[in-house]
């Protein structure tokens, strides 16, 4: 007769577990066709078919969160860019720098709107500027949750050329591409030396006359120095470097050439950043003579700066940073010859 196991009677005499049980290889579990009882009288081999085409709400709610986020993030007034801040700006104006990012990266032209803080593009921005204006550097930055910061480095070309009787502007050529203004009565002092010599001598009928005289003196007149109005010229026409040559011609023609060599026009022109930029001093005006015996600068503290344009300007600021380090000029600072300095 064949011996016959009930499915229960493992679970009734199954060896009991040790504490090192753990450490043997677990059986694997055989799966049993579920009790009758237990059935429910389900047919365990039907295979159960989804229905398709079922609408679940639950799959709905995480996409239309997402969405209402992404909606919320783009339309929302707090995130829109609401002010421009300017740094570096000396010539081209702030307000045109305005109008164009305005024009061109904030004003909504789609469905979704240009001045969010999230969509606007920064290098886009900066290489506009440096397209359309004559800039060294342009740096954008944005600061949460609603500013635009806008660095800029202007590139000098131009200057403002003094011949004492007019003013004009020169290009990198040397050659003056436009008129300014003729050079005011104001600009005008009367020497020192002459002023004292006036008057120590006795009122005398010349000498009142000079005196009431309301004509324009000249240049080159002995009793008369011409002092650039340099803040005037900046606030006028630019922030431009202001040469006022002392042998200048008597008349200057718009697109007259030659009048400056290129050379010293650049040189002047890296002179007028690099003093600032060393943190220096701030060139007023610089006078030139004889373009071979360098210029003079005339800057905003107690001494003046003799140096050469047409040379290297880089050991000469060198130098100059040195001797306003370790001493006290008051009148000037001569950097023309190499390594040999003087001040005083």
Same mark, same amino acid.
């Given at each position: ?30 799966? @049993? ?46 995130? /829109? ?12 104006? #702030? ?7 305005? #024009? ?5 032209? $789609? ?18 500027? /440096? ?9 954008? $930055? ?12 202007? /590139? ?9 009787? #007019?003013?004009?502007? !020169?290009? #990198?050529?040397? @050659? ?9 009565? $104001?600009?005008? @002092? ?11 001598? /006795? ?29 005037? !010229? ?15 011609? @008597? ?28 943190? !220096? ?64």
């Amino acid at each position: 007769m064949r011996y016959f196991r009930p499915q229960h009677s493992f679970r009734e005499y199954q060896p009991k577990k040790r504490w090192w049980s753990f450490l043997k290889r677990k059986p694997k579990v055989v799966r @049993t066709l579920p009790r009758l009882e237990t059935m429910n009288r389900v047919n365990p081999f039907k295979k159960q078919t989804e229905r398709r085409g079922s609408f679940s709400l639950k799959k709905l709610i995480l996409p239309a969160l997402l969405v209402l986020w992404l909606g919320l993030v783009v339309y929302l007034p707090y995130f /829109k860019i609401k002010k421009i801040t300017y740094s570096g700006l000396k010539i081209v104006k #702030q307000e045109e720098i305005e109008r164009i990012i305005n #024009q061109n990266f904030l004003t909504r032209k $789609k469905l979704l709107p240009a001045n969010n803080y999230f969509l606007v593009s920064t290098n886009k921005i900066a290489e506009h500027l /440096k397209d359309v204006f004559s800039l060294n550097t342009v740096q954008v $930055k944005k600061i949460f949750p609603g500013v635009l910061s806008v660095e800029v480095e202007e /590139k000098i070309s131009t200057i403002i050329y003094d011949n004492g009787h #007019q003013y004009f502007l !020169l290009d #990198q050529n040397g @050659t003056a591409i436009k008129y300014l203004r003729d050079v005011g009565e $104001k600009e005008f @002092t009367l020497n020192r030396a002459h002023q004292a010599q006036v008057a120590g001598l /006795k009122t005398t009928t010349s000498s009142v006359a000079l005196a009431a005289s309301s004509t324009l003196p000249t240049a080159t007149s002995t009793a008369w120095i011409h002092l650039p109005s340099y803040a005037s !010229l900046k606030r006028e026409f630019g922030d431009y470097p202001v040469v006022y040559d002392l042998a200048g011609p @008597t008349t200057t023609a718009e697109r007259q050439t030659n009048i400056l060599k290129p050379e010293m026009i650049q040189g002047i022109i890296d002179i007028y950043n690099a003093l600032p930029k060393g943190k !220096l001093a701030l060139a007023n005006y610089f006078t030139v003579d004889n373009p071979g015996a360098g210029v003079v600068v005339h800057t905003n503290q107690a001494w003046k700066v003799f140096i050469q344009p047409l040379e290297d300007i880089v050991p000469q600021m060198a130098n100059l940073k040195i001797v306003v380090s370790n001493n006290r000029p008051n009148e000037y600072i001569d950097v023309r010859f190499g390594e040999r300095v003087y001040w005083k």
